[in-house]
Every structure is written in C-alpha cells, then in structure tokens.
C-alpha cells in the first residue's frame, strides 16, 4: 500500500520569506503526485500536479510553484509568502483509490 | 463553477441513526466517485468507492448509493457511531487523472 510523507507538519512563516514543503512517496513507483490546499468550508483545492519526473501541471493561478525532481518526490515551494498562502496542504498520490498525506499546516504572518 | 455539488455542509446524527450525505455532479465523463473521511488535523482517508456501472456498493456500515440518470450519488452511514464524527468528501475523477472534490459535510453524531 502507499505511504505517504509531509514534512513540516506545522510551519509558521512570515510574510516575503521563501517557502518550501516536502513529500514523498513508499510502495509504489511512477504515481501521480498531487498538491491540494484546503481552507475551511472549500473543500480541497488541486494546485499541482504531476504524471512523472519534471512534469508539472498547474491548476490555478498563484504564488506557488511545484516540482519533481525524483520519482517519488514532489515539492511545493514559494519565493515569497503571501498572507493568502496560509493554509492545510496536502500531498496525494493517484487520483483513482488513492492516497493522502497527514498534510502541512502554514500559518503566514 | 463548482462541478461537484455537495449537501448538506452539517449535519447531525443521534448514536445508532442513519447519515445521509448526498453529492450531484456535472460531467457525464466523471468515471469514478470517491468518498473520503477526514478527521480534524489528518489528511483525508479513502473509505469507499464506486464506478458508474454499478448502483450501490457497501462495505460494511457504509454504502454508496448512485444514480447515474440523475448524476447524484451518496453516502449512508448505518448505525451511526460516534466516532464516525468527521468531515466527508465526495469527489468525481475523469479517467484517473484528477480528482473534482465537494466542498466537505461535517458530521456530529451525538452519543
């Protein structure tokens, strides 16, 4: 089964600073690798996502960035925080029957 | 525009009583619809699935009923337990790519 790691689970960030969340993928190769950011009562938000190594689908427009620079590693990033970035984010892997992870909660001030 | 609608956002549930969490949709490509259970702080967790050749699917205390006329499906939740309280999501996928999520029902039910 697929096991999926975040880290940091918790960051607290001020506002202009770079930004970077990892995740990494166990028991399986050549998945797709998703980034969701989730806001209170907005459900899930697809940001990223990537069928294979320097693939990188964007879904909205926004002050991030992802990339993927091994098979099982995927990476959301930011030159400068935006107070709007606050938020869960999430990590999955294979839409169908997938997996996610316990997520990274961002707290810009 | 919101593809996956989902009703309602609360809802709350004697111990022992029936959970009924309805979804419609818009796209009549969607061919897969999860449902995720997701507890405060955690990452959501796939609980059950269905494909549109099929009506309804149980696993348990959990059942997902699907019309595909009327492109709605929902989740029932028998027997309602305590610790059945959390957020569910119910999602439709395009051939496998992506995922189109609702916008979450937080449960209560009530010991």
């Known amino acids: 089964s697929q096991t999926i790691h975040q880290w940091p689970a918790t960051l607290v960030q001020p506002v202009g600073s770079p930004l970077s969340l990892e995740c990494t993928v166990e028991g399986t190769s050549n998945p797709n690798l998703y980034w969701y950011r989730q806001a209170a009562g907005r459900g899930l938000q697809l940001l990223f996502y990537?069928?294979?190594?320097?693939?990188i689908s964007s879904e909205v427009p926004q002050n991030l960035s992802a990339s993927r620079p091994q098979d099982r590693q995927f990476i959301l990033s930011s030159k400068k925080l935006l107070l709007s970035d606050s938020g869960f984010y999430l990590c999955?892997?294979?839409?169908?029957?997938?997996?996610f992870g316990a997520g990274s909660r961002l707290t810009v001030l | 525009q919101q593809q996956v609608k989902q009703s309602p956002q609360s809802l709350i549930v004697q111990k022992g009583g029936i959970s009924i969490i309805n979804c419609a949709y818009e796209?009549?490509?969607?061919?897969?619809f999860p449902w995720y259970q997701q507890f405060p702080g955690k990452g959501p967790a796939l609980l059950i699935a269905?494909?549109?050749?099929?009506s309804e699917k149980k696993e348990g205390r959990f059942t997902i009923s699907f019309n595909k006329s009327a492109k709605q499906f929902s989740l029932h939740i028998m027997d309602s337990q305590p610790g059945d309280s959390a957020t569910y999501f119910c999602a439709a996928s395009k051939s496998g790519l992506t995922l189109t999520f609702g916008k979450g029902t937080m449960l209560l039910v009530s010991p």
């Open positions: 796209n009549t490509a969607f061919d897969y």
């Open positions: 999955a892997c294979n839409a169908n029957g997938g997996t």
């Open positions: 269905i494909r549109p050749d099929v």
């Open positions: 990537s069928v294979g190594i320097g693939q």
